[in-house]
């Protein structure tokens, strides 16, 4: 087995140590008076190996280290899963996870046996130099199978199905790792094994990644629109946000077809920006969320309501990964979607055909449309868990998680800052690993002195310099510093809240995740097929008791697309079971029918 530290490797190693760090530091508050001391050594010991079989992956040079290593994390990812088994939903979050990440497993072997076959080695190497050489169908056959095995670990819409339901059952700091990095090194795999090794010659496979990523987009953003589940909210936004990167990916693809070679590096350098982008404030999130959770014992948001006044310190930080997910600057999510925007436009411009010209601009429109759904979403997702009043005594008696738990958040806080404010350094720094990936020579691409491209001219380039982004920051707070401490000194009055003529403003009067999230549910009734239950208890002819009214989605690819794969393995199975009656007879036939039919083939070939 080999391993290798190129500048790709070394990247994902750096994302992997991004999130990880922070999270063990996390645990140790977390986990406190949670688990038995045996139960905790467990814990600690899987959570180990998992980060270390993470960076087995993004650092081994052959097949063989590859699957041993992805084998090792998808195994300790699925015990992670699984920890809290006493819990039925664990239990089948885990069974949906072991099945999806092996049926992927299955689809990668198939692609790596097919390049062994032209290849007649294990190593990198060789793999790269004999699939130049292979057939364009087995190139197209190699393609679809590494697209699908990395996408089913990625959680790309229609196999994303497992996500939902593994990332909140897991506890809260492995759910952001397993969002945060885990699947990422499925995105490490796409670029590794398509563009570096199979290499991009067909450019339906960049449309294909782009239809794919634009529709991962828009599905998990409006399911999580949906979500009243804070950790299911955000694992749908993990779809969400893989679809931002592979339209990065995708784009590259599609322009290394066209010959616009330094649009592609453009395309490839936003994708890994928010590549490590999401790591940080998805992390950060997930550690929110885990607080929360920790602090009222509940993920269901309708139970929240006020914790901003308890828990002012986790609010804080929520409220900052929320504003970086929802894409507003100066936060890292802004740039790296600016970046994505900026990719797709100039590969419009550049394109010869006024169909790749409207296709791209497409997927732009896909993108910012994402953008502007997300922030609506953490509107809600923070608006109704900090907000207001509390809406059970859980909330109302939430305290400030301990000093571990914050100092965990506020580790990622800083990534979270300073990857929007240095962007033009880390473009710096990610143009050499996407020129790498590529082969080109970026030692003439200059993106401004200090400064990051915002907008292409034909006769000047408009720029943002990092140090005035700084400055500008720092005259603004003062500014508000001393508005507040000299000229504003009129003191603070209280008034009561504006309660909309009831007379007395209670928690049953807010406003409810359900509510907020009516007209999207309407919007998008042809894709969610919302659906209401309602049920009376009549205390007389006039009067009613109580009335119970419930309002639901259909899980639509559950319904249309699982289930009936299911239902199709469970008559295959119902069949075999019916021609193996336990006959030794009879398996002796099928023994020699099977011998005879290879016979006849292999006289055949």
């Known amino acids: 087995m080999r391993f290798m530290a190129d500048p790709l490797s070394v990247f994902f190693l750096a994302v992997i140590g991004l999130v990880s760090v922070p999270s063990l530091v996390y645990s140790a508050g977390y986990l406190h008076g949670q688990f038995t001391r045996r139960r905790l050594i467990l814990l600690h010991s899987l959570t180990g190996i998992f980060m270390f079989s ?52 299955a689809l990668l072997i198939a692609a790596f046996m097919l390049m062994y076959r032209y290849s007649h080695g294990f ?66 795999g796409m670029i590794r094994f398509i563009i570096v090794l199979l290499g991009v010659t067909e450019a339906w496979w960049g449309n294909l990644v782009l239809v794919l990523a634009a529709i991962s987009c828009l599905v998990g953003v409006i399911y999580a629109l949906m979500e009243h589940d804070i950790k299911k909210l955000l694992a749908y936004h993990s779809v969400e946000n ?54 009222t014992g509940t993920r269901d948001m309708e139970k929240m309501g006020g914790l901003i006044r308890n828990m002012p310190w986790t609010g804080a930080l929520f409220l900052l990964g929320a504003m970086a997910i929802s894409a507003l600057p100066p936060l890292n999510g802004f740039v790296s979607e ?15 055909s006024g169909g790749y010209k409207l296709f791209l601009g497409i997927m732009a429109a896909a993108l910012a449309f994402t953008s502007g759904l997300a922030a609506a979403c953490f509107v809600k997702a923070f608006g109704i868990t900090f907000l207001a009043q509390p809406r059970s005594p859980q909330a109302r008696d939430a305290k400030e998680v301990s000093l571990s738990m914050r100092a965990g958040m506020a580790l990622l806080a800083v990534p979270v800052v300073m990857l929007g404010l240095g962007a033009a350094w ?28 915002l907008a292409p001219a034909s006769g000047s380039q408009t720029y943002l310099s990092t140090p005035l982004i700084f400055a500008g920051l720092a005259v603004f707070g003062a500014g508000v510093v001393f508005y507040y401490r000299r000229i504003n000194k009129r003191a603070v009055r ?11 403003l209670s928690a049953r ?20 097929q919302p659906y209401r239950r309602t049920h009376k208890i009549w205390e007389s002819f006039y009067q009613v008791r109580s009335f119970k009214y419930e309002t639901h989605t259909t899980p639509v690819f559950k319904k249309y697309f699982y289930d009936p794969l299911l239902q199709l393995i469970f008559s295959a199975a119902g069949f075999m079971r019916r021609i193996q009656p336990g006959s030794i007879h009879l398996y002796i036939g099928y023994i020699f029918a099977t011998v005879v039919l290879l016979i006849a083939l292999m006289r055949k070939f």
């Open 54 to 105: 993470m960076a087995a992956v993004v650092t081994s040079a052959d097949i063989i280290a590859f699957l041993l290593a992805w084998e090792i994390m998808s195994l300790v990812s699925f015990f992670l899963v699984l920890f809290e088994h006493e819990h039925e939903q664990s239990v089948q979050a885990g069974l949906i996870y072991v099945i999806m990440t092996h049926a992927g497993t």
């Open 123 to 188: 190593d990198f190497a060789s793999i790269g130099v004999a699939c130049a050489s292979m057939p364009q169908d087995v190139r197209n056959l190699v393609f679809i199978f590494l697209l699908s095995g990395f996408g089913t670990k990625a959680g790309i819409v229609p196999l994303h199905i497992w996500l939902p339901y593994a990332h909140p059952q897991a506890p809260s700091h492995i759910s952001s790792v397993m969002s945060g990095v885990m699947i990422k090194t499925a995105i490490y």
């Open 242 to 295: 893989i679809g931002i990167i592979l339209l990065g990916v995708g784009a590259c693809m599609l322009l290394l077809t066209m010959g616009q070679t330094y649009c592609a590096l453009l395309a490839l350098i936003a994708g890994l920006y928010h590549l490590v982008n999401h790591a940080a404030f998805k992390g950060l999130l997930f550690l929110g969320a885990g607080a929360v959770y920790k602090a």
């Open 338 to 352: 600016w970046l994505t925007l900026q990719s797709l436009f100039l590969g419009a411009m550049h394109a010869s």
């Open 426 to 453: 880390v473009v710096k720094a990610l143009t050499g690993v996407a020129g790498n990936v590529l082969s080109l020579d970026t030692a003439g691409v200059s993106f401004g002195p200090n400064a990051l491209i």
């Open 494 to 504: 209280m008034f009561k809240t504006w309660d909309c003529g009831y007379y007395r």
């Open 509 to 528: 009067n807010e406003y409810t995740a359900t509510a907020f999230s009516k007209p999207f549910r309407v919007a998008f009734a042809f894709l969610l």
